[in-house]
């Protein structure tokens, strides 16, 4: 109950925060771009399409809070794909693909989730200059945030809610910047409810609205078993706008700066709440508000805007150029001296640059964590004939309770079944690739009922591990 009560508040938010961004355009902040390109602005007056897109705001909270009440995460998501797919309506889309784009991440169908909600990316006019036309080389990200972060009190990363691979970097780092004496992390929509969070080592779904993203979780639980201690600072019911920034930035600082001054932190954040100035939402943000309460310039990385997105006409041209330009294999930063590039001069100290996205078996490489991770296949056997299945891999010293490392669905249909049994990606195959760190696992299946197929034991390591 705890869990729906809490996604209802966090919901709201968001909801909130989408029309506000796509009716006020909202400056630099990456969301904006989607309302310029949107059809539906070219058909209808503004007024005609904000009623338009209210409406749609409503009918993606009734469906959401109708697929909460189905039996385990396969039926929810399938609630959800077979409402989206139903439904052509322009406005329905727009609002209700970032809805569904979060529980296509969830069950591990990354690709959907970019098709479904992706944001473009035009030049804007508070741009920089590209980094191709100046002295600037490129490095990898990891090496330059790192040299960066030395000196620096806290860091503050942002992501893309929908396109969990502005979130494989940020894991990738917290070893390393808890080695250098980082010493909290916190992350945008926790529960401060969770009080058991430090303590038991692993995330749940009830730790978190976007928690049950198997790599928001891993991001988590890396942070808790480096022996980080994980701050939730957002703040559930604020609104949006102002009071929410603030009062997410007043958290940060009564619950690590007030407690220590001495403090490292680590943030992990989406889109512009990290921002350093400018307007958002009619406002500041919450990077800004930290700023002025605590008195720390954080590092602020952005993460959104140089990726590769559904279609390269929603890439940003210098994005274009420099995949052109530059064979990239991982993530960039552009750097000249002491100084990195930043498409955002005034907003953000970098900004990092992802390579174009490559696949196997229909699962993006990124899943492999920099080599954190190696892939183990899965079949159909896991599902007992029962299509389609929710395979699941957890830490075997966890809870049946944790958020999966990683998860994927399985599904053999006829193509000529009816459309509710063909709400699933991978059609025609049994077989895919879980991303796992070497380890001890509990794989599990679960039908569309929720009914638990199977349960096996399995050690992975590089030998067990399927070659690209």
């Avoid at 090496?143 to 620096?152: C, T, W």
């Avoid at 940020?170 to 058991?196: M, N, P, S, V």
Wanted: net charge neutral; with cysteine; charged share 20%.
């Amino acid at each position: 109950m705890a869990t729906h009560i809490h996604s209802r508040l966090i919901r709201v938010s968001m909801r909130a925060t989408i029309l506000a961004l796509l009716f006020m355009g909202a400056g630099s902040d990456a969301h904006a771009a989607s309302v310029k390109t949107t059809p539906s602005s070219r058909d209808l007056t503004q007024q005609q399409w904000r009623a338009q897109q209210l409406i749609a705001a409503d009918k993606s909270d009734a469906i959401m809070r109708d697929a909460q009440k189905q039996q385990g995460l396969l039926a929810q998501y399938g609630h959800m794909q077979i409402a989206y797919d139903s439904n052509r309506d322009r406005a329905f889309q727009l609002i209700f693909g970032q809805y569904l784009s979060w529980y296509q991440t969830y069950v591990g169908n990354y690709n959907g989730a970019r098709s479904t909600f992706s944001i473009a990316q035009p030049t804007q006019a508070d741009d920089g200059p590209s980094p191709l036309s100046g002295p600037w080389q490129a490095r990898p990200a990891a090496d330059v945030i790192l040299e960066m972060a030395k000196d620096r009190q806290a860091v503050f990363f942002n992501e893309a809610h929908s396109a969990p691979l502005t979130r494989t970097l940020t894991i990738q780092l917290l070893a390393k910047l808890r080695e250098q004496g980082f010493t909290h992390f916190a992350a945008e929509t926790l529960y401060e409810t969770d009080k058991d969070l430090n303590k038991r080592k692993y995330p749940t779904a009830a730790s978190g609205f976007y928690v049950n993203e198997p790599l928001y979780g891993e991001m988590v639980r890396t942070a808790l078993r480096l022996g980080y201690k994980v701050v939730a600072y957002d703040v559930e019911n604020a609104g949006v706008g102002d009071p929410r920034e603030k009062a997410g930035a007043e958290n940060l600082y009564n619950q690590v700066f007030k407690q220590d001054p001495k403090a490292r932190l680590v943030v992990n954040a989406g889109f512009a709440h990290v921002q350093k100035t400018g307007k958002y939402l009619g406002g500041s943000s919450m990077g800004e508000f930290f700023h002025k309460i605590t008195g720390i310039d954080p590092l602020t990385i952005e993460q959104t805007m140089m990726i590769q997105h559904a279609r390269p006409d929603q890439d940003h041209p210098y994005y274009l150029a420099i995949m052109q330009a530059q064979q990239l294999r991982v993530p960039t930063v552009f750097v000249s001296g002491d100084k990195a590039w930043t498409l955002k001069p005034t907003e953000y100290d970098m900004s990092v640059v992802f390579p174009a996205e490559t696949e196997t078996d229909n699962r993006p490489d990124w899943l492999r964590l920099g080599g954190l991770r190696v892939s183990y296949g899965v079949g159909g056997e896991y599902c007992n004939t029962h299509f389609p299945c929710l395979i699941e891999a957890r830490y075997l010293d966890e809870g049946s309770d944790s958020v999966p490392a990683d998860r994927l669905i399985l599904n053999v249909i006829d193509e000529n079944a009816p459309t509710a049994n063909r709400f699933v990606s991978f059609h025609g195959t049994a077989t895919g690739r879980l991303y796992l760190r070497p380890g001890k696992y509990r794989i599990t299946a679960m039908d569309r009922q929720g009914h638990n197929l199977s349960a096996s034991e399995v050690e992975v390591d590089a030998a067990t591990a399927d070659k690209p």
